[in-house]
């Protein structure tokens, strides 16, 4: 569904049938606002990568240089493999590896 920013989330939820305006955001539940849609790095995860066993999980921070602006922190973990702490934008490299055409010999 579409967010606020307009991008694609698979985690937002909107109802807006017969006037409703219920919104939230299913990855970070109580902690999620509007204004959190537009600076949000899942979208782009979910667009660079379609792996299965790679879930996210989300906390809201608020960086020590920007005071009054909250962000939105995703750790992924890999339910295959049991690692974490890898770039969820390219996974953790064991899920999908490469294809022979692109090893170097």
């Given amino acids: 569904m579409k967010t606020p920013a307009g991008s694609e989330c698979k985690y937002f939820y909107g109802d807006y049938y017969r006037g409703r305006e219920q919104e939230e955001c299913r990855l970070l ?3 999620w606002s509007r204004d959190l849609c537009s600076t949000c790095p899942v979208p782009s995860i979910g667009l660079a990568n379609a792996c299965e066993f790679m879930q996210l999980r989300s906390e809201v921070t608020r960086p020590w240089t920007a005071v009054f602006r909250r962000r939105v922190k995703v750790i992924a973990f890999c ?3 049991q690692r974490s702490g890898f770039d969820p ?3 953790c490299g064991d899920c ?3 294809p022979p055409v692109f090893e170097v010999k």
């Fill in 29 to 31: 539940g109580a902690n």
């Fill in 79 to 81: 339910e295959k493999t």
């Fill in 89 to 91: 934008h390219i996974g």
């Fill in 96 to 98: 999908h590896p490469l």
